[in-house]
């Protein structure tokens, strides 16, 4: 099925660090969502985004529906070690289900 | 307000048998979604149910089955299991379909699947 292109795969950081990755999509989207996803659980929502060049916080975390419909951006500041885990993205056309995204691991470096 | 319920957590079946798996969405969300989820492929769509029919479906074999009952909880079912079956088999509530704006999924914590 398809999927999208969601960089970095994976990332080490330290602690205290910013954390920035993206998402991408041959296809437009109206609507891009965030999520985490920690092991042997289901991801949980981060942030939904339903405009393009719409920029949405959610405490330590902001993202932003790129202005082209195609991409979106997830930024985490300050990172903690409870941030760690995988982060999927997905987009959706109305009408359609959603696509989701490879994910990105996550790790923080005390 | 609970939210996505799925049961049971973990499952160990042998190859041909079949299994059912259970969904019990966020009160009022009347939309359930089943994704499998592996390592290799990430998070598949299997199907869409709204209002107790099927709306979408994704592209996997025949053996791949649910429903979607009065109450919106929904199952699952995948006959004469194969070993490529082992996966998170996840679920998703939303609620409305796929054709409305603003339509948030939240997922359950999953059924983990393993064939033997």
């Known amino acids: 099925g398809q999927q999208l292109n969601q960089s970095p795969q994976s990332m080490f950081i330290q602690e205290g660090e910013d954390v920035s990755m993206n998402c991408t999509s041959s296809?437009?989207?109206?609507?891009w969502l965030w999520y985490k996803q920690d092991p042997g659980e289901g991801p949980v929502l981060l942030i939904a985004?339903?405009?393009?060049?719409e920029l949405t916080s959610n405490g330590r975390l902001t993202a932003q529906f790129g202005i082209t419909r195609k991409d979106s951006f997830l930024n985490i500041s300050a990172s903690i070690p409870s941030d760690v885990g995988i982060y999927f993205c997905?987009?959706?056309?109305?009408?359609?289900?959603?696509?989701f995204g490879p994910g990105t691991r996550l790790s923080v470096l005390p | 307000k609970a939210g996505v319920t799925q049961t049971p957590r973990y499952l160990i079946k042998t190859r041909g048998q079949q299994v059912t798996l259970s969904c019990s969405p966020i009160?009022?969300?009347?939309?359930v979604s089943w994704y499998q989820q592996t390592p290799g492929q990430g998070l598949q769509f299997l199907f869409e149910?709204?209002?107790?029919?099927?709306?979408n479906k994704g592209n996997f074999p025949g053996r791949f089955s649910g429903r979607q009952f009065s109450n919106s909880r929904s199952e699952m079912n995948v006959s004469t299991l194969e070993l490529g079956d082992s996966a998170l088999y996840l679920c998703?509530?939303?609620?409305?379909?796929?054709?409305?704006?603003?339509?948030?999924?939240?997922f359950g914590a999953g059924t983990r699947l393993s064939v033997l």
């Open positions: 998703a509530s939303s609620l409305a379909d796929a054709g409305v704006a603003k339509n948030i999924q939240y």
């Open positions: 296809s437009i989207f109206n609507t």
């Open positions: 985004l339903y405009k393009a060049g």
């Open positions: 997905a987009g959706r056309f109305y009408g359609q289900n959603f696509v």
């Open positions: 009160s009022g969300h009347r939309s």
């Open positions: 149910y709204f209002s107790e029919t099927q709306r």
